[in-house]
C-alpha cells in the first residue's frame, strides 16, 4: 500500500499535480510515504518556478530570438520533469 501512495503522488502530475501530494503528504503517517509525497510536490512545483523564473525573462529579453529561446527552454525542462515524475513512479512501485 505505501508503494502505491507514494508512486500514486509521482503519477499525479497526469491528474492533480499539487493536489494530490500535498494531501497525501499531510495525511500520511508513513515516513516513506511522506518523503516520497514532498518531493513528488517539489518536482511538480519546479516547472512552475522555472516557467515564472523563465516568463520574467523572456519580458526583459530585447529579441524575439531570446523568447523563443526561453520558451524551448521552458519545454525541455518541463518535459524532463514529466519524465522524472513518471521514472519515479516506476521505481517507487518495483521497490
Known amino acids: 500500500m505505501r508503494q502505491l501512495l507514494s508512486s500514486l503522488s509521482y503519477f499525479s502530475i497526469f491528474f492533480a499535480p499539487f493536489l ?3 494531501a497525501v503528504w499531510i495525511l500520511a503517517g508513513d515516513r516513506f510515504v511522506r518523503e516520497h509525497a514532498k ?3 517539489l518536482s511538480h512545483l519546479f516547472p512552475v518556478a ?3 523564473l523563465l516568463l520574467i525573462m523572456a ?3 530585447g529579441s524575439f530570438g531570446a523568447v523563443i529561446g526561453y520558451v524551448i527552454l521552458f519545454a525541455i525542462i518541463y518535459f524532463g520533469t514529466f519524465v522524472y515524475n513518471i521514472i519515479q513512479g516506476i521505481q517507487v512501485l518495483r521497490d
Open 20 to 22: 494530490l501530494p500535498i
Open 39 to 41: 518531493r513528488a510536490l
Open 50 to 52: 522555472a516557467g515564472i
Open 59 to 61: 519580458f526583459s529579453a
